[in-house]
């Protein structure tokens, strides 16, 4: 897979992540989100910093939560408050076209 496009996700994060000119996924994205899109698990994965791990997690995720449900459908552990501010914003950002 070379491109976001390749991958089966929803037309509204292709565009989320199109706007963000993201083009062609990381190798940590081009493992994990056909991966996690084909399985319901929990998923441990290591890269570098600035390799999209973000992207490569949270596109998978936003394909599975239902927004009108208020149970818990998943969960990211930080180890810092200022990761968790900068993963939410990112998944805002990757949503933003999504309906809620």
């Known amino acids: ?3 976001f496009t390749d991958m089966a996700l929803p037309e ?3 565009k989320a992540v199109t706007d963000l000119n993201f083009i062609t996924p990381t190798e940590i994205q081009q493992k994990a989100i056909p ?5 319901s698990t929990d998923l441990i ?3 570098q910093t600035g390799t999209g791990k973000t992207a490569a997690f949270g596109l998978p995720l936003l394909t599975k939560v239902n927004p ?3 149970t818990v459908q998943g969960l990211i552990l930080c180890p810092t408050r200022e990761l968790c501010q900068q993963i939410t914003k990112d998944l805002e950002n990757y949503s933003k076209y999504s309906k809620r």
């Not at 991966?35 to 399985?39: I, R």
């Open 12 to 14: 509204q994060l292709i």
């Open 45 to 47: 994965a290591l890269s």
């Open 35 to 39: 991966w996690l899109l084909e399985n």
């Open 1 to 3: 897979m070379t491109k």
């Open 68 to 70: 009108k449900s208020k």
